[in-house]
């Protein structure tokens, strides 16, 4: 009889596993593989994201001493670039990005001038959508050509049904500075995701293959308490209907050249291109391998089973997320946690620092 079953081991299970160590846990894996979507594979040398790019970044001091007691961090920093028909535009949006698309612009001052004389003539209030939101921040020069495609690519919807909040997180400098994020610390683990997900799980009985809900009721007769971080409607047999996820699709590609992109990240923004960046791994840990893998992401719908990705952050979704959340709330052996159980547009210093507080109240 063990402790804790967690179901699933990403960075919330992981986490939760390694503060839990006092007390006896199970590890139950779906996939061949630990880490949830911070798994990497290494190929040439070169560590793929395979699951998507994960950029490392944090102002919580006590997350960022956390992870770096199980690994080294390198001093990546996320500066991504614009592709919009083949303008090149950094990214943020900052002063660099400013006077590349208004070269008349020189000034902190002027740009002010230059979004507010858009601001005014789109003629918005308070912003009731994404879009004006982004007018309303930016401008509609930078709307349409870095935001609009991107985001309604991303999104498989017009900019004008989505929530305001998703643009919140890109930040509006009046500096020139393409640091992507504004956050205290950044980096990404020195030889990959990997390295964190099996400190974290070392020492720790780990099922990988093993799927939990197919086979509940045996499972939950090993354990007093369970820790569950997949689909929260899953979990329930979607009884109350289906929480709707947006997918993505990678293609990857091994090129035989060194550098073929120049930067780790280059969104492609125009609604046109049919994904919305290329990733070339190599450049997360500066890597100098004579070859070189990109990968394409492409944005896709999303049936259950499939890979979830990015919860949909609609009215319908969230309310049905409460409902499932009261039917959790019942459940009282069972702590549900992470990106799927909370259907939460997670960061990763979010997780740990939601799985350290909640092991906090269960473990003590
Ligand atoms: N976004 C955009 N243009 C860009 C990059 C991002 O309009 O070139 C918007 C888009 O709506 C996206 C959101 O900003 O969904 C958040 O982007 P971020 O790169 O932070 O998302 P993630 O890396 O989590 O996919």
């Known amino acids: 009889m063990y402790d804790y079953l967690i179901v699933g081991s990403g960075l919330f299970g992981a986490v939760f596993a390694h503060e839990a160590k006092a007390k006896s846990c199970l590890v139950l894996e779906r996939r061949g593989h630990a ?57 943020p949006f900052n002063m660099n990005t400013f006077t590349k698309l208004w070269p008349e612009v020189r000034t902190p001052a002027e740009v002010a001038a230059k979004i507010e004389a858009e601001r005014r003539e789109a003629g918005i209030g308070e912003p009731r959508n994404l879009e004006e939101q982004a007018i309303s921040l930016i401008g509609r020069t930078v709307y349409e ?4 495609g991107y985001t309604e690519k991303q999104w498989g919807r017009s900019c004008t049904e989505l929530p305001a909040f998703i643009i919140k997180r890109l930040p509006v400098r009046y500096t020139f500075d393409n640091n992507y994020f504004n956050d205290r610390y950044q980096g990404i683990p020195v030889g990959g995701y990997n390295k964190l997900i099996d400190a974290l799980l070392e020492g720790i009985e780990v099922r990988l293959n093993t799927d939990y809900l197919k086979d509940k009721a045996a499972f939950d007769k090993l354990a007093a308490k369970v820790v569950y971080t997949g689909p929260i409607d899953e979990y329930f047999g979607y009884e109350l209907g289906k929480l709707e996820y947006r997918g993505l699709r990678f293609e990857t590609e091994r090129l035989e050249e060194e550098n073929h992109q120049g930067v780790a990240v280059m969104n492609y923004t ?78 990763m210093d979010d997780v740990i620092k939601s799985a350290l507080e909640k092991v906090v109240v269960v473990c003590g």
């Open 35 to 91: 880490g949830g979507i911070v798994y990497c594979e290494e190929k040439d040398g070169i560590n793929i994201h395979k699951y998507g790019a994960h950029i490392f970044h944090t102002s919580y001091k006590e997350v960022w001493e956390y992870v770096n007691r199980f690994v080294e961090f390198n001093n990546y920093v996320n500066s991504p670039v614009a592709n919009f028909r083949g303008e090149l535009y950094n990214l």
């Open 145 to 148: 050509k870095l935001i609009k």
């Open 270 to 347: 125009a609604r046109e291109v049919p994904y919305t960046r290329i990733i070339e791994h190599k450049h997360f840990e500066f890597g100098t391998q004579p070859v070189t893998y990109v990968t394409r992401e492409y944005p896709a719908t999303w049936q259950p089973g499939e890979e979830a990705y990015y919860p949909v952050n609609d009215d319908r979704n969230q309310a049905l997320c409460q409902r499932y959340q009261e039917l959790a709330a019942k459940e009282s052996n069972v702590i549900f946690g992470g990106r799927l159980a909370e259907y939460k547009y997670y960061d």
